[in-house]
């Protein structure tokens, strides 16, 4: 069973762009969760969705933005970006239960100059 | 307001010993489940065990076992004969209904040969 994909592995933008990261979920799963990574910080839950609905919402910008394709493959936008957006993004998938545990992909590493 | 503890961010131990790493959690929600991640250098998030929070029983998985203690709302995590491989980051984590997960900052585990 292929696991959790997340492209692009790395990306390098400068300051003011926007980026757009893709996850595509292992099959049967229609959670898809989306976590910004920093030393020091650890996870920070950015959004949750499933079935294509956003479920549940972190405390970031409105320039984090997400979406879920029927599919429920999932793409996270950063809109403008901030030298402090410079983090490893990590998705997550699942059945979308609470007890059930979340399956990550390896990450996106984006840096902003 | 749900927080994740990890109090130790860096651990170190000798091959073939034991080593205990700690969490505590705050929450007012009484449902609700645990786990331990493990990241190594590759980057993916590993899941390494999950406990319910209604059991008494401390799960276990092979030479990983965790300490739960419900009313403290600690989740300790033991790992009996380390080994290199499980040198990583470990991060604990639960997760509430509504598919919401709260991580900690995590703690750096270096197995000394």
């Known amino acids: 069973k292929a696991g959790v994909t997340q492209t692009p592995r790395y990306l390098i933008k400068t300051r003011g762009q926007q980026v757009t990261l893709s996850c595509s979920p292992i099959s049967g799963h229609r959670s898809v969760s989306w976590y910004q990574q920093t030393p020091g910080q650890g996870l920070q839950f950015l959004f949750e969705?499933?079935?294509?609905?956003?479920?549940n919402k972190g405390n970031f910008p409105g320039r984090f933005s997400g979406r879920q394709f029927s599919n429920s493959r999932s793409e996270m936008n950063v809109s403008t970006l901030e030298l402090g957006d410079s983090a490893l993004y990590l998705c997550?998938?699942?059945?979308?239960?609470?007890?059930?545990?979340?399956?990550f992909g390896n990450g996106t590493r984006l840096t902003v100059t | 307001a749900q927080t994740v503890t990890q109090s130790q961010p860096e651990m170190s131990v000798q091959e073939a010993e034991t080593v205990t790493l700690s969490c505590t959690y705050d929450t007012s929600e009484s449902d609700y489940y645990l786990f331990w991640y493990k990241q190594p250098p590759s980057r993916q998030m590993i899941l390494v065990i999950r406990?319910?929070?209604?059991?008494?029983q401390n799960a276990t998985e092979n030479r990983f076992s965790v300490n739960f203690q419900k009313a403290a709302k600690s989740f300790s995590l033991k790992i009996s004969d380390s080994q290199l491989g499980d040198a990583a980051m470990y991060f604990c984590a639960y997760g509430l209904t509504g598919n919401q997960f709260y991580f900690g900052t995590g703690t750096s585990l270096t197995v000394i040969p």
């Open positions: 997550a998938s699942s059945f979308g239960r609470y007890n059930s545990p979340l399956h």
């Open positions: 969705y499933f079935s294509e609905t956003q479920r």
């Open positions: 406990q319910e929070a209604y059991k008494q």
